[in-house]
């Protein structure tokens, strides 16, 4: 029986097997597109940090104009961002991996996240 090779996707690094997530997993966890898009871009944590950036400039666009973004909106916003990140070189793609929410749980959570920082905000 021959073994199989280890995984070369690693959206999340564990610290060590049966620890509890820390909430700096489940933030990498919300903001990795890899979860809904099952786009591997490498760093993870920079792809991350990427998504963290723009959910900010989408809650000060927000508070500017009032604009109120849909699920369309952000999902194309998002989708030009991770073709900007490999394009430019700031991440490479890795071995895509089927995702496991759904883009709209996902854009659901960035929206959470963009509200939040809006109420924060005033």
């Known amino acids: 029986m021959r073994r199989k090779p280890p995984s070369k996707i690693t959206p999340r690094k564990q610290s060590s097997p049966g620890q509890p997530f820390t909430a700096a997993d489940v933030r990498l966890m919300l903001s990795s597109p890899v979860y809904a898009y099952g786009i591997n871009l490498q760093p993870v944590e920079r792809a ?48 895509d991996c089927p995702p496991i929410i759904t883009k709209e749980q996902w854009l659901k959570a960035q929206l959470v996240t963009i509200q939040r920082l809006v109420s924060d905000e005033k």
């Open 48 to 95: 991350a940090q990427e998504v963290m950036k723009l959910n900010t400039q989408l809650a000060q666009t927000v508070r500017e104009t009032g604009v109120t973004f849909t699920l369309d909106d952000l999902d194309q916003r998002f989708q030009a961002l991770l073709r900007h990140l490999e394009e430019d070189g700031v991440c490479q793609r890795g071995v």
